[in-house]
C-alpha cells in the first residue's frame, strides 16, 4: 500500500490546522486509516449488471491517491430478491460482481487508502416490476412505505427476515475475503433496516415491533450475524439517520435517552463505529446541547463516530443532486468539533464528488484551490 502523498506547507494559520486537524490516523477495531478523511457513500449508477467496471475502480481510486483515508463505496445490494431496483446500481453477490469489486478494492489499495463497501437492502422502496429480479415484491416490517402507503408490498416472515440476515452476513464474509478493510451496514434513509427502525413504517406486534428496543431487533440481528462472519478484528460499522428520504422531519428518538435506547443494542450486537447522517453537520441534534447526532453517538456509545452533511458546501444536497450548485462553506467548526473529539473521522459527499483532489488540496493547505458543487459532476465518473 502506498503512502499518503506528503503535504506541501500550508499558507495560511487556517489552512494549516486543516492540515493537521484531519491529517491525523485514526483506528476503528483492527483498522488504522491515515487521517480523518472518509468518503460518503453516493450512489452513481454506472455498473451494468451490477458489476463496478474499470471506470469504477479508477473512480475510487482517484480519490484514494489523492488523500481520501476511507472510502465507503456507494450502496450495494446484498444477495436477496427484494434487496434492489436496478440493474445499474452494484450487487455486493455474483462471481463477476464480487470480481470487479476485488478490483475496486485493489486499486484504492493502490491509492494508500482503505475501503468498506456499504452493504445495502432498500425494502419497501422497492418498485415491482424492476430488476435485478423482476418479480420480487417490495418487502418490509408491515408492508408499510414511508409516506404511510399500505399494500404497496407484504410484511416480511420470519424466514424472510433469515434470509435478508444470512444475505448480510454472506455479504460480509465476501468482503473481507476478496480484500476489503471492513464494512458499512445500510441502515438510514428509510430503507429496510430503517423501516424496523422507525416506528411509522414497523407496525408489527412480535418480538421485532413494539417499543425502540424491540424495533431495534432486526438491526442487531444482521449485526450479530456480520460479526460472526468476519474476523474479530475486521471493522463493522452501522450507518444510521434520523430523517428518510420522502420525511425530513421523521425521528427515530426525540431525547437522548431514546436514542441510546436504539444505539445500546447495536453496539452490543458488534457495531464499532456508527455513521450518523445528517442532512448539515452542523445542526445540533438535542436542545440544551450543540452536540450534532455523531457527537451524541460517541457520548452515549463510546464507540467512534463518523459525521457527514454538506461539508464544505452550503447548499441542500437533495437540492443539489436536482441540478442546483452549491457554494464552498468555511470548515472551521467542523476543525473544532474535531479538536474537542465530538466525533472521529468526517465523511465528504459532493465536494469529493466534484473534486477528486479535495482531500489532497486540504490535507496540503491548499483550501483556497477548492471547488464549489456542480451538478454536472453526477453525470461522469470524473
Given at each position: 500500500?502506498?503512502?499518503?502523498?506528503?503535504?506541501?506547507?500550508?499558507?495560511?494559520?487556517?489552512?494549516?490546522?486543516?492540515?493537521?486537524?484531519?491529517?491525523?490516523?485514526?483506528?476503528?477495531?483492527?483498522?488504522?486509516?491515515?487521517?480523518?478523511?472518509?468518503?460518503?457513500?453516493?450512489?452513481?449508477?454506472?455498473?451494468?449488471?451490477?458489476?463496478?467496471?474499470?471506470?469504477?475502480?479508477?473512480?475510487?481510486?482517484?480519490?484514494?491517491?489523492?488523500g481520501v483515508g476511507l472510502v465507503v463505496t456507494e450502496g450495494t445490494y446484498v444477495g436477496h430478491d427484494?434487496?434492489?431496483?436496478?440493474?445499474?446500481?452494484?450487487?455486493?453477490?455474483?462471481?463477476?460482481?464480487?470480481?470487479?469489486?476485488?478490483?475496486?478494492?485493489?486499486?484504492?489499495?493502490?491509492?494508500?487508502?482503505?475501503?468498506?463497501?456499504?452493504?445495502?437492502?432498500?425494502?419497501?422502496?422497492?418498485?415491482?416490476?424492476?430488476?435485478?429480479?423482476?418479480?420480487?415484491?417490495?418487502?418490509?416490517?408491515?408492508?408499510?412505505?414511508?409516506?404511510?402507503?399500505?399494500?404497496?408490498?407484504?410484511?416480511?416472515?420470519?424466514?424472510?427476515?433469515?434470509?435478508?440476515?444470512?444475505?448480510?452476513?454472506?455479504?460480509?464474509?465476501?468482503?473481507?475475503?476478496?480484500?476489503?478493510?471492513?464494512?458499512?451496514?445500510?441502515?438510514?434513509?428509510?430503507?429496510?433496516?430503517?423501516?424496523?427502525?422507525?416506528?411509522?413504517?414497523?407496525?408489527?406486534?412480535?418480538?421485532?415491533?413494539?417499543?425502540?428496543?424491540?424495533?431495534?431487533?432486526?438491526?442487531?440481528?444482521?449485526?450479530?450475524?456480520?460479526?460472526?462472519?468476519?474476523?474479530?478484528?475486521?471493522?463493522?460499522?452501522?450507518?444510521?439517520?434520523?430523517?428518510?428520504?420522502?420525511?425530513?422531519?421523521?425521528?427515530?428518538?426525540?431525547?437522548?435517552?431514546?436514542?441510546?435506547?436504539?444505539?445500546?443494542?447495536?453496539?452490543?450486537?458488534?457495531?464499532?463505529?456508527?455513521?450518523?447522517?445528517?442532512?448539515?453537520?452542523?445542526?445540533?441534534?438535542?436542545?440544551?446541547?450543540?452536540?450534532?447526532?455523531?457527537?451524541?453517538?460517541?457520548?452515549?456509545?463510546?464507540?467512534?463516530?463518523?459525521?457527514?452533511?454538506?461539508?464544505?458546501?452550503?447548499?441542500?444536497?437533495?437540492?443539489?443532486?436536482?441540478?442546483?450548485?452549491?457554494?464552498?462553506?468555511?470548515?472551521?467548526?467542523?476543525?473544532?468539533?474535531?479538536?474537542?473529539?465530538?466525533?472521529?473521522?468526517?465523511?465528504?459527499?459532493?465536494?469529493?464528488?466534484?473534486?477528486?483532489?479535495?482531500?489532497?488540496?486540504?490535507?496540503?493547505?491548499?483550501?483556497?484551490?477548492?471547488?464549489?458543487?456542480?451538478?454536472?459532476?453526477?453525470?461522469?465518473?470524473?
Amino acid at each position: 500500500m502506498t503512502a499518503t502523498p506528503a503535504a506541501t506547507p500550508a499558507t495560511t494559520p487556517a489552512a494549516a490546522r486543516a492540515a493537521e486537524i484531519l491529517g491525523r490516523p485514526v483506528s476503528l477495531n483492527g483498522l488504522t486509516m491515515p487521517n480523518r478523511i472518509a468518503m460518503a457513500p453516493m450512489t452513481r449508477m454506472f455498473s451494468p449488471g451490477g458489476i463496478p467496471g474499470e471506470d469504477v475502480a479508477s473512480y475510487y481510486g482517484r480519490r484514494a491517491a489523492a488523500g481520501v483515508g476511507l472510502v465507503v463505496t456507494e450502496g450495494t445490494y446484498v444477495g436477496h430478491d427484494s434487496a434492489g431496483q436496478s440493474d445499474r446500481v452494484p450487487r455486493f453477490h455474483g462471481e463477476e460482481q464480487l470480481a470487479g469489486w476485488a478490483k475496486v478494492a485493489e486499486a484504492v489499495h493502490a491509492g494508500g487508502g482503505t475501503i468498506m463497501p456499504q452493504l445495502w437492502h432498500i425494502g419497501m422502496v422497492r418498485e415491482q416490476g424492476r430488476p435485478p429480479v423482476a418479480d420480487a415484491p417490495a418487502v418490509g416490517p408491515s408492508g408499510v412505505r414511508t409516506d404511510g402507503t399500505e399494500g404497496a408490498g407484504k410484511a416480511m416472515t420470519q424466514r424472510d427476515l433469515d434470509d435478508v440476515i444470512g444475505a448480510f452476513a454472506e455479504a460480509a464474509a465476501a468482503a473481507e475475503r476478496i480484500g476489503f478493510d471492513g464494512v458499512e451496514i445500510h441502515g438510514a434513509h428509510g430503507y429496510l433496516i430503517d423501516q424496523f427502525l422507525w416506528a411509522g413504517t414497523n407496525r408489527r406486534t412480535d418480538a421485532y415491533g413494539g417499543d425502540p428496543v424491540a424495533r431495534t431487533r432486526f438491526a442487531a440481528e444482521i449485526v450479530a450475524a456480520v460479526r460472526q462472519s468476519v474476523s474479530p478484528e475486521f471493522p463493522v460499522v452501522f450507518r444510521y439517520s434520523q430523517w428518510k428520504q420522502d420525511a425530513y422531519d421523521a425521528r427515530l428518538a426525540e431525547t437522548p435517552e431514546e436514542l441510546e435506547a436504539i444505539l445500546a443494542p447495536l453496539a452490543a450486537a458488534g457495531v464499532d463505529a456508527f455513521h450518523a447522517s445528517t442532512r448539515r453537520y452542523w445542526v445540533p441534534e438535542f436542545d440544551g446541547s450543540d452536540l450534532n447526532l455523531a457527537g451524541w453517538t460517541k457520548k452515549l456509545t463510546g464507540r467512534p463516530t463518523i459525521t457527514v452533511g454538506s461539508v464544505g458546501l452550503d447548499g441542500e444536497f437533495f437540492k443539489a443532486f436536482q441540478g442546483e450548485g452549491s457554494a464552498l462553506r468555511s470548515i472551521d467548526d467542523l476543525l473544532d468539533r474535531l479538536e474537542r473529539d465530538e466525533f472521529d473521522l468526517v465523511a465528504v459527499g459532493r465536494a469529493l464528488l466534484q473534486d477528486p483532489e479535495w482531500a489532497a488540496k486540504v490535507l496540503a493547505g491548499r483550501l483556497d484551490e477548492l471547488k464549489p458543487y456542480d451538478a454536472a459532476s453526477l453525470k461522469t465518473l470524473s
